[in-house]
Every structure is written in structure tokens, then in C-alpha cells.
């Protein structure tokens, strides 16, 4: 038990000596909840927006993944080097890796969990969780804000009723709007939760079930594979979308999710509409899914920042002006960015 206690005193030393010798770098960054995931603004596609912090460091494994342009490796060094080149030899010695040599082996990174706790945990519901469609006159001012924060979103009472938009008065989930997700079954696998207020306080406006993403397909209870099937980021832009539609619950597909793998034994034709600035990896997994034979017109979303900010008459332009992804569309653009 000494021994246990030891190694987890040394572990968690590691970590906040990593967390130290970032701040002492990169002034702005973010910690997950879990401690184990520190986000940076990425250096390598250099996001106009210095708080889009999409770069991942995973503070056990010492990986990096930035989710916005797919750039990835095992030497968290390189990362700093990018800031602070004065620094890449403490960089090193800090975040020395044991497990991984080199910064190409991105078989590493084939499935965005690499970042996710790896624990299995059933799903249940939020605790009072209430069904928004049925609360339409509630006296109880936490809910009316939920729904009315829904109503400024632009969302109809349809998509209450199919998405299963909800609330809770639990502690944790208050003031949030909670969009469920549902397997084949009809069985809960996963939600996530939306702050309704801004909080300067807290960064942290979602809250997701803690679960695998890999394995889920977000409500594929109301998916039909012999339909074209329209493909977003997160719940939340499903609010827009028409209704034979699900999220990536991020911006990467890859081979070993179960919605990649379902999208390919149907050959369900792909409307693929991430946000604007994930631009060049929808690209990629056109490209992916049509090295399959899955049709892909890919959406121009740029007259937002994200799909649910968007109108759903805007949402419907862009979905009938789609354009057919064409095998040089990818080369073209990576042409376009020497």
C-alpha cells in the first residue's frame, strides 16, 4: 500500500511539474477536468483566435494532437519549440517519453480517445432530467431560461421533440441545456450539456458523458443508412441540420469508429458540414470515405463560425449547394497553403 501511495505521490508530482513548465511558456492554456489533458492555442495552423486552445498534450503520455489541423507527434518539445526555443532542452528532460520514440508515429493517434479517460462507463440519464417539449409552461425560472435559451437558438419545437432536448435542477447540470443521445436500441449512450449563462469564472461550458467516443453514434435511433446522412461536429449544430443527421462528437472520423464503419458497410452518401475552420480536415475525411466508395458533397459553412450559429434557411442553402468532393480537392488545397 506504501508503495502504491509513492508511485501515485510521484505521478501526480510529474504532472503539476509539467502544468508549472507550461504556464512558465504559454500564459494561456486549459486544464481538463480530469487533470490529465492541458489545451493550448496550436502553433502549427495558427488559428486567428488566440483562445481557440484546439492543441491536446496528454500530461501522462506525453502525446500532442491539435484537433483543428491534425497535426500530431510524440515529442511535446517540438511543440515549444514553436514558443520558446530557449526551452526545448528543459522541454526534454520534463517531458521525457519512454513509451513512444518518434514524433511519425502516428498510428499513436488513430482514434481521437487517445485523450479520453479509456474506462467504460455506462450512461444514465442527468439526475431530473425534464423533457424541455413538456415544460413549455413551467413556472420554474431555471427551466423557462433553458427553453427560451433554446428558442433564441433558433430551434423548433420539432427538434425539441426528435433531439430530445432537455434540463435538470441537479446542481451539476442547472441552467443547461442537455441533449441526449440514443443507440438502435433506444437505450441512452451518451449526452452532453450546454451552460446557458457565460461565465467568466469558468471556461468550461460543456459537460459530456464519460464514455468512449468511438463506439458511439449519436442518436443513431433516428438514422436512416439507405438515406444521404449529414455529418456535423457537435450536438449542438445538430440543431440546424435536417433531421437524417448525426455529430462526430468532434472534427475527425477515423477507421476505428463505429459510425465510420456503419457510414461504409451502407455506402450511405455523406454531407459533410464542419465549421469553417476544420476546413482541410473535412477534406481528409472525404478523401478517407471515398477511398471506400462513399459519396461525399462537402457544405460551404463559411458564412458562420460554426453550423449552430447558423439560420436553418442558411443551413438549408448551404446543404442544396453542396458540392461533390472530387479526388484533386485535397491536393488543391495543400497546393494552395505552401
Known amino acids: 500500500m506504501l508503495f502504491v501511495r509513492q508511485q501515485f505521490i510521484m505521478k501526480e508530482t510529474s504532472i503539476n511539474n509539467k502544468i508549472n513548465f507550461i504556464e512558465s511558456v504559454i500564459q494561456n492554456y486549459l486544464i481538463s477536468k480530469d487533470g490529465i489533458n492541458l489545451s493550448i492555442w496550436c502553433p502549427f495552423c495558427k488559428h486567428e483566435n488566440k483562445n481557440k486552445l484546439k492543441l ?75 423533457l424541455l417539449a413538456n415544460n413549455f409552461n413551467s413556472i420554474h425560472p431555471d427551466i423557462r431560461d433553458v427553453f427560451s435559451y433554446a428558442i433564441k437558438r433558433g430551434v423548433s419545437k420539432h427538434k425539441m421533440w426528435l433531439l430530445r432536448l432537455g434540463c435538470s435542477l441537479n446542481s451539476e447540470f442547472s441552467r443547461s441545456l442537455i441533449i441526449p443521445s440514443f443507440d438502435e436500441q433506444g437505450d441512452i449512450n451518451f449526452y452532453t450539456s450546454r451552460r446557458i449563462d457565460v461565465d467568466t469564472s469558468s471556461p468550461i461550458k460543456y459537460k459530456n458523458a464519460s464514455v468512449s467516443k468511438k463506439d ?38 477515423t477507421q476505428d469508429m463505429k459510425l465510420f464503419k456503419k457510414i461504409v458497410s451502407n455506402k450511405t452518401k455523406v454531407n459533410l458540414a464542419l465549421d469553417k475552420d476544420v476546413y482541410f480536415k473535412a477534406l481528409k475525411i472525404a478523401k478517407m ?28 442553402d448551404c446543404l442544396d449547394n453542396a458540392k461533390k468532393y472530387e479526388e484533386d480537392d485535397l491536393l488543391l488545397r495543400k497546393i494552395a497553403m505552401l
Open 56 to 130: 491536446a498534450i496528454h500530461l501522462e503520455k506525453n502525446l500532442w494532437h491539435c484537433w483543428l489541423c491534425d497535426k500530431k507527434g510524440a515529442d511535446v518539445s517540438y511543440v515549444i519549440s514553436r514558443f520558446n526555443k530557449n526551452k526545448v532542452a528543459t522541454a526534454k528532460k520534463i517531458f521525457k517519453n519512454k513509451n513512444y520514440k518518434s514524433d511519425f508515429q502516428v498510428n499513436l493517434f488513430d482514434s481521437e480517445d487517445l485523450f479520453l479517460e479509456e474506462e467504460n462507463i455506462s450512461v444514465e440519464l442527468p439526475a431530473g432530467f425534464k
Open 216 to 253: 458511439i453514434i449519436f442518436n443513431e435511433l433516428h438514422i436512416d443508412w439507405s438515406l444521404p446522412l449529414t455529418l456535423v461536429e457537435g450536438p449542438l449544430d445538430l440543431l440546424k441540420t435536417n433531421d437524417n443527421a448525426t455529430c462526430l462528437l468532434g472534427s475527425s472520423l
Open 289 to 316: 470515405l471515398k477511398e471506400y466508395d462513399v459519396e461525399v458533397n462537402i457544405l460551404d459553412t463559411r458564412i458562420a463560425d460554426d453550423v449552430g450559429d447558423m439560420t436553418k434557411k442558411q443551413f438549408n
